[in-house]
């Protein structure tokens, strides 16, 4: 959902106090793995992808979640969606709209959606930042009661059909911090009052960006870089857990009965956002 305004037009409240916002990147953050793998089941479904392409995205999907994904990872997943709607008309994709939202909003994480709302409510606008399209991220914004969406183009469009070739901008690593820093200079936010939520090393142009860094189920490097500089830290993320717990206890445990872990260190200011993640590990609700 693209902020109103001209980039460099002063916003209405500059220089009556600094504004901020909250930025919060989709999966493994908002969200229980990858966007992209509800997608791609929505397009197999359609008739739209083949067996084995999803087959693919759905190992993807489980070393996503277990490990985060590399730079090579996501260039790769965004060519490969740009060139597999080569020929395919838009309005095709649109009409997957809801099949993709059904298996994505049982996923959300209600501890994340619920501080996205505090967030809110302490006037700090929360915006979702992701690599997937822009027109799924301002439907999930629009979904979720957020204010906004910043997400990448997927592909040239000419006369209703895709071309395949990637267009716009990619909302990754570095394109991410540029998405945020053209937003906040409309809008007016100043970045060193902001938060910003992410799992993986790839967003620390985000991260950094901010006054407020949030690591939320890290990566192995993350996770490492948050220790190292005192930042806060929120796990939700069971699967990595289930797995070693499964391997260490043999066949006779399994990985069942494990409750949501949610490990909080040091949040910040607001009060009532360290009051919400305490209730949500005291009542240890499974997400």
């Not at 919060?24 to 992808?49: C, E, H, N, P, V």
């Not at 939202?101 to 700090?124: F, K, S, T």
Request: proline letters at 4%.
């Amino acid at each position: 959902m693209a902020a109103d305004g001209a980039p460099g037009e002063p916003h209405p409240g500059a220089g009556r106090g600094a504004r901020s916002a909250a930025f919060f990147d989709l999966d493994k953050t908002l969200m229980q793995g990858s966007s992209a793998f509800q997608f791609g089941r929505a397009a197999y479904r359609a008739g739209l992808m083949g067996r084995r392409q999803l087959l693919a995205d759905a190992l993807a999907n489980v070393q996503f979640r277990l490990r985060g994904a590399t730079d090579a990872d996501s260039l790769a997943l965004r060519e490969r969606i740009a060139a597999s709607l080569e020929g395919k008309r838009v309005v095709d994709l649109e009409r997957l709209g809801a099949d993709v939202l059904a298996g994505i909003l049982p996923r959300i994480y209600p501890q994340m959606l619920a501080l996205a709302h505090e967030h809110q409510d302490h006037g700090r606008p929360a915006y979702i930042v992701t690599a997937a399209s822009q027109e799924l991220a301002e439907i999930l914004a629009h979904v979720m009661a957020l204010d906004g969406a910043l997400g990448s183009g997927l592909s040239e469009v000419v006369d209703g059909v895709y071309t395949g070739r990637p267009v716009g901008l990619f909302v990754y690593r570095s394109g991410k911090a540029e998405a945020i820093r053209e937003l906040a200079e409309r809008e007016g936010f100043d970045l060193k009052e902001c938060y910003a939520y992410s799992d993986s090393e790839s967003d620390l142009p985000m991260l950094e960006a901010v006054g407020h860094p949030v690591a939320v189920n890290p990566d192995t490097t993350l996770a490492k870089i948050a220790r190292e500089r005192g930042w806060d830290v929120l796990r939700f993320d069971r699967l990595g857990r289930r797995l070693r717990t499964a391997a260490a206890l043999g066949a006779a445990a399994g990985a069942g009965g494990i409750g949501t872990v949610v490990a909080i260190r040091r949040l910040r200011p607001p009060r009532g956002i360290r009051r919400l993640a305490a209730s949500a590990q005291k009542s240890g609700r499974s997400t």
